[in-house]
């Protein structure tokens, strides 16, 4: 096993949690071309629950606007592949096993439990956002998943065939390896 991700699925560390969720808002805003919330001098928490009404009201605005929602799904994705990329080399990882952790361990410090060894099934049986995001909020939001889970399996796919937003019990999704060079 990865030593990094064993160590980071014990402990992370505060400041490291908070550099990526106060990186995640920064992005987000600049994908829907919207400034971002101000989280300065808010708990971790606080932060969280900030991020999550800012992306849902954005995405629900983006929503009623023709062909604007494709367009931010495509930023959010490409931010959060390069977030991935970037994950991908700080946390070593190597091994489907490691995507698979990283993705588990970037989820906990967002509130969401992923469970999930490596490629095929992984499951989201509980997720902070559900309590914020519709079904279609939830699908422009899914590009930051899908980017990340890019980014660290250095371009894998993650399909989600259910959402907890659209009253299943959990999420339900499939991680694929890259395709074959």
Do not use: H, W
């Not at 990186?23 to 400034?35: I, K």
Request: charged residues 20%.
């Amino acid at each position: 096993m990865n030593l990094l991700l064993g160590l980071a699925g014990v402990y992370l560390p505060a400041p490291f949690a908070k550099r990526r969720l106060d990186q995640l808002v920064a992005v987000t805003a600049d994908a829907f071309r919207s400034s971002a919330p101000d989280v300065r001098g808010l708990s971790y928490r606080e932060s969280l629950t900030a991020f999550a009404v800012f992306s849902r009201d954005r995405a629900e605005s983006c929503l009623c606007l023709p062909g604007v929602a494709a367009a931010v799904r495509g930023r959010l994705f490409d931010a959060a592949q390069t977030m991935g990329q970037d994950l991908r080399r700080e946390f070593r990882v190597a091994t489907e096993r490691d995507v698979a952790s990283a993705l588990r361990i970037s989820y906990k410090a967002l509130g969401i439990r992923f469970e999930g060894a490596g490629y095929g099934e992984a499951v989201i049986p509980r997720c902070l956002f559900s309590a914020y995001y519709s079904g279609p909020v939830c699908r422009v939001m899914q590009a930051l998943d899908q980017g990340l889970a890019s980014g660290l399996s250095r371009g894998g796919r993650l399909t989600f065939a259910s959402r907890i937003t659209e009253g299943s019990p959990c999420c339900r999704a499939i991680l694929e390896p890259p395709p074959a060079a």
